[in-house]
């Protein structure tokens, strides 16, 4: 189960597995405890390394070294040993000390090779994420323009109060070439991203089946809630602020303790910059993203609250509060 767990974190699992593992974490209090100290393990020192690329040709000079020793004479076969001499070998004729030698050379490629495979492909899934959210990013702006500087409506209430309608509006506006760009490419099954749904289809279901519609929308990025002031609720609007997200990587576990990739997650801003942040907290004001000052995931409390929810998550008036 450990494995499972820092598969997790590093987000090295399949979709349908990490899934599964949510819904366990759900229910399974000690399951939720040890992947907190897993997470403190591999995440406290996290922002104090660099990463370092690889070689560019080392995949190249690797496939050479293996085609060379390939094509190489083989070994002289070595004299047979008594059974009782300390060289004795096995029925494939391979002595012990040799034996010995190949399986620690395996072990250390292993050790020393998987975390570097493993960093590589979470670098890569980043990088497709950020990629995937800047091009959303420019949609946005562009909705923007032409609606009074407003971001598209998260409804309060009825069928369409669900962060994912965000996605919905930019495609029916003509504002998105391509419909998976919503989409973290790392987080949707394996059969490809879900189609959107269109907004004639929620004319005649309830918030029930809107809400399940809604949930299934795995891998869509998180989008903000909007904000409460003075009584009244307010839609997102653009205002070029460098420091207010927009776009995030969506919550898997539906908290703010990890977004999509395992020690952090991509963030967009308003002025159409995306960055990698480290904590779930914005640098400037230490705002949390995911959850409003009071501690729910709903509308943010007052205009600097940012909250950036699931496909599923509304900003209604009586939100669910995180578990701690």
Not at 133 to 158: C, K, W
Not at 161 to 185: K, M, N, S, W
Request: charged content about 25%; glycine content about 8%.
């Amino acid at each position: 189960m450990r494995d499972e767990l820092v598969g997790y974190l590093l987000g090295a699992l399949e979709p349908n597995e990490e899934r599964a593992l949510e819904a366990r974490l759900e229910t399974d209090e000690e399951l939720r405890r040890e992947l907190e100290d897993l997470r403190r393990i591999l995440c406290a020192k996290a922002d104090k390394f660099v990463q370092i690329d690889p070689p560019a040709d080392l995949a190249k000079r690797t496939c050479t070294s293996i085609d060379a020793t390939r094509h190489s004479p083989p070994p002289p076969v070595p004299r047979v040993a008594d059974a009782d001499s300390p060289e004795f070998k096995g029925s494939g004729g391979w002595r012990r000390p040799d034996v010995a030698t190949l399986v620690g050379l395996a072990v250390a490629a292993a050790v020393l090779i998987m975390p570097l495979l493993s960093a590589a492909r979470q670098r890569s899934q980043i990088a497709a994420c950020r990629d995937h959210m800047r091009e959303v990013g420019r949609a946005l702006i562009e909705f923007s323009r032409t609606h009074n500087g407003y971001f598209p409506e998260v409804p309060q209430d009825g069928p369409l109060a669900h962060a994912g309608i965000f996605a919905v509006q930019l495609r029916e506006a003509g504002y998105l070439a391509d419909t998976t760009a919503v989409y973290c490419p790392a987080r949707v099954d394996a059969a490809g991203a879900a189609p959107l749904p269109t907004l004639a289809s929620f004319e005649t279901v309830d918030d029930a089946e809107a809400e399940t519609r809604f949930a299934a929308l795995h891998g869509l990025f998180g989008y903000a809630l909007g904000h409460m002031h003075e009584g009244r609720y307010h839609s997102p609007r653009n205002r070029d602020r460098a420091h207010f997200a927009v776009l995030a990587d969506a919550p898997s576990d539906g908290t703010c303790r990890r977004g999509g990739h395992g020690c952090g997650q991509n963030v967009w801003f308003e002025d159409g910059h995306a960055e990698f942040l480290s904590a779930c907290r914005l640098i400037i004001g230490d705002d949390e993203i995911y959850h409003n000052r009071h501690g729910y995931v709903g509308a943010g409390i007052g205009p600097d609250d940012v909250v950036i929810g699931a496909s599923v998550a509304s900003p209604r008036i009586v939100p669910v509060q995180l578990a701690e």
